[in-house]
């Protein structure tokens, strides 16, 4: 690991500045122990065993060791630890560790400059004195051997005189040298005065000598105790600065510890920043570099769309040119649009009164479930409305009659498919108009299974009073944006020739009275109730209260057989919202009672009486439409309760649709020819070949008018619908140029 700090190499730099390595004698001196940790050069502390360091600690290896041991093991230490922590240790408090160890040592190593120094020149001094002793010493001696010379030569004199006294006395001198004796005298004399003088002088200079040694062993002594003080004194601050530095270093450790600790702190949280940083550096390149890539792309598709949104600028600019100018056509032409729909509606009800206001679609029910004999009186259902019905007893073509109406619907046509071909009458509705719409047969042929449904229908099996209102839903509901539609239902029944309220009020049918005067909502009995409703299910549970009240009895032909005319008649005023203007229209949804025979139903008394009612009832509805259809001036409404109530909704504008139901059993085929000969009648197919013909020729003529306004119209929706969508979008293509 790269070292960080480089100043912190506090050993190198205080080897070089002043500690020098501890001289093998000191290290001799302190013990082996002490001894290896000094000759520690290439290892570490840290590698060091446990229990050596701790002898160490335990003998007195440290406190005999020299100062500048001891430093060079916390050196060492110091060193080895800033080498560990290496970039642990912030920069500004390795620098200051360096800086006050490098003070210390600074000091100790002047210190013990200053101890060397003075210890030299106390050595020198000592020499100087010494050699000064010596020589002192060696005049001592020598003075004293001359002292002894000099006191050995006057008694080997004196020894020499006595010799030569007697020598003299006893023979010789006196002999002899009786004169020379006494020069010799005079001489010896003087010589022994010299002798004497010398002596004095030599007493005089030891003497002085003398006094001179004691001088200096006095000096001696003086600088002897300088010394030993100073020495002491020395000894004194060395200690003194030991313990200081002993102090020091103990204080270090701490703050070595203490560093440790905050090294240790330090590097785990360092660790942990390390690799949530690496972390967040990952994360940041790889969201850069998604970034870039995505900026890249940016870019490019920017440039595309910049050249792209150009380029469709200027197709744009040409295209708005070319649109302006057709917009202003198609302008012209939605002006007129609503002129060719009114002019198209006109169309339609021509169309309908060329065709006839009365249709007669005949509906042939399937064969039950438990009927075992499926012997049909149904020959043949072609598909422009021609139903051929064979007599079981007379077989071959003196048997079979043809019928002509609108539309023969076979015993697997749907609900749905019924009501397909009856709902531009319903829709003609909201548009003003009346429509009433027959369910007739004999009993069990299907009318309220038609209308209605079965019990408990699902919405696959809805009749047509409830399709007929939701459609009728649905439209107001397409044009709430010009019209507001209020829709409301009545439902009555007329048994015999009373008219009974199915919707009363106190749950129970009431009587109600029929109103000769001319009624705008197109039924003349405006004592029932009448109940306003919003949607469909509204009109299912109103509609489920009235077939409840509606009068239901068992006969001999069908255990469910109706006896009653039921008529729900469905109110709807419409107001358009821009102009203001208001509009009727009635729907009269009509379950008719069986048509059957009286002596088939073999039944007597009120229920005969009951049968007669109905019977009288639907011929006097048969006459009025045939009349009707005729357009007879005279028309019979009054000839029964049904016809008086319906009289405003049949004739005029009103459009009836008869839906005759057939039962293919074999024994039902005269009942079945009866309900045809009198569906036959009411169509008014057979008024006459030529005005049939022409009639047809019309109705072909207007049908393709019709369906050729009908292209256009659908054109110029969709042209309409297609500038109003580019309109839209012009607003914003400045914007997008923009990017
Ligand atoms: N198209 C049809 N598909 C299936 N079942 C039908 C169909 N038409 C009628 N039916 C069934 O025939 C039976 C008689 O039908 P429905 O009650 O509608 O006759 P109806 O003419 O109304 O009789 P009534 O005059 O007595 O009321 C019912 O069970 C009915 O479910």
Redesign the pocket.
Known sequence: MRNAFPGLKLQCAMHNQVISEPSPAVLKHVGHKFHEVFQLKQACYADLPVTKILEMMESNSLESAPTQALLHVVYGILDETAETMNSEIPHHVACLLRKAVQEMGRRLSTQADHLRTQNNLYRAREEKYRSKIKELEALVSVSRKETKHVTVQPQQIRSRRKKNVSWFSASTLLKCFRPTSQTANSKLEEEQKVEKQEMMKLVKENEKNILELAAMRQELDIVGMVHKFCSLEMEAEAKAAIAILQLKIKELECLLADSNNKVKELEESFESKCQSWTMKEKIYQSFIDFQFEAMQKLRSSSEAIKQEVLETQKRYSFEFNHLESKLKAVTDAAGNYHEVLKENHKLFSELQDLKGNIRVYCRI??F?PGQTEKLSTIENISENGQLVIANPSKPGKDGQRSFKFNKVFGPDATQGEVFADIQPFVKSVVDGYNVCIFAY?Q????????MTG?TGATEEEWGVNYLALNHLFKVSQDRKSNMVYEVAVQMVEIYNEQVRDLLSSDGSPKRVGITTISQPNGLAVPEACMHPVISTSDVLDLMDIGFKNRAVSATAL?A???RSHSIVTVHVRGKNVKTGTVLYGNLHLIDL??SERVDRSEVTGHRLREAQHINKSLSSLGDVIFALAKKSPHVPYRNSKLTQVLQSALGGQAKTIMLV?LNPDATSFSESMSTLKFAERVSGVELGAAQSSKEEKDVRELLEQMASLKDKIAEKDEEIRRLKSLRDLKPRIPQQHQL
């Open positions: 029910r399937p039950l047969g009993t069990g042929s299907g009318k309220t299974y038609t079965p069908n469910r057989s109706s009672a069986g139901q």
